[in-house]
């Protein structure tokens, strides 16, 4: 089955400690997305990927960082300089044609700092 | 400025009564619109789109979404709300052709009483 994953479900981490989250598809999308999503406020776009080594900020990229070396791959780094790291983290990718295309979601990834 | 709204962060249904969640957007060119549920701890499934074929959308679970550009809103509803749909929704915009930005409402909580 074609899909999103994204490893591990749930991370623990400490202050100061740099952590980073795995998002893998399989649909051949060529964008693919990195969401923040804060109870009351939403998603949150962190980093967006059109293309293979290529990547834009979103919104609030402050205090992370990705790389997009592979079609299939965009890992997230939470790094310390995230102030509020604590939150549930969401890829996603789409297809790029015409039209109005809708995102594909992965399970999420749930980040704890303790 | 473009943006997206969701009247109402929690709103409460009895089993078998109307659901409606209200979705408004703001822009100045054609939007696309989308609206996704979200079940705890996991990621975000698409109910349905808006694509400009047709106003009236129906998606999956019985849901459907009229777009009305007078009003500016792309409301959810869905006539007999059952304990399943309880879950969080969420209206989402993008507004050109191959845009790689999404905008999501803040989302809306739907509990469904016994």
């Known amino acids: 089955d074609g899909g999103i994953t994204q490893s591990p479900k749930y991370l623990f981490r400490k202050e100061g400690q740099n952590v980073t989250l795995s998002c893998e598809q399989n649909?051949?999308?060529?964008?693919m997305y990195w969401y923040r999503q804060d109870p009351g406020q939403g998603l949150r776009l962190i980093y967006y990927?059109?293309?293979?080594?290529?990547?834009q900020k979103g919104d609030i990229a402050e205090g992370y960082s990705v790389s997009r070396e592979k079609k299939e791959s965009f890992p997230l780094t939470v790094t310390s300089a995230q102030k509020n790291p604590t939150a549930f983290y969401l890829c996603?990718?789409?297809?790029?044609?015409?039209?109005?295309?809708?995102?594909?979601f992965g399970p999420g990834t749930r980040l704890t700092v303790l | 400025a473009q943006s997206v709204t969701q009247l109402g962060s929690h709103v409460s249904v009895s089993e078998g009564a109307l659901v409606l969640l209200r979705c408004n957007y703001s822009?100045?060119?054609?939007?696309?619109l989308f609206w996704y549920v979200q079940y705890p701890n996991q990621g975000l499934q698409l109910l349905l789109k808006?694509?400009?074929?047709?106003?009236l959308v129906k998606g999956i679970n019985g849901f459907e979404a009229e777009f009305k550009k007078s009003e500016t809103s792309f409301h959810l509803t869905k006539p007999s709300a059952h304990m399943s749909d309880a879950a969080e929704y969420f209206c989402?915009?993008?507004?050109?052709?191959?845009?790689?930005?999404?905008?999501f409402g803040t989302g809306t909580r739907l509990k469904v009483l016994a």
């Open positions: 996603a990718s789409r297809r790029e044609t015409s039209g109005p295309n809708e995102q594909f």
């Open positions: 649909l051949n999308h060529d964008a």
């Open positions: 990927s059109q293309i293979v080594n290529d990547f």
């Open positions: 822009s100045s060119v054609p939007p696309y």
């Open positions: 808006y694509t400009s074929a047709a106003t």
């Open positions: 989402a915009v993008s507004f050109a052709p191959g845009t790689y930005k999404y905008i």
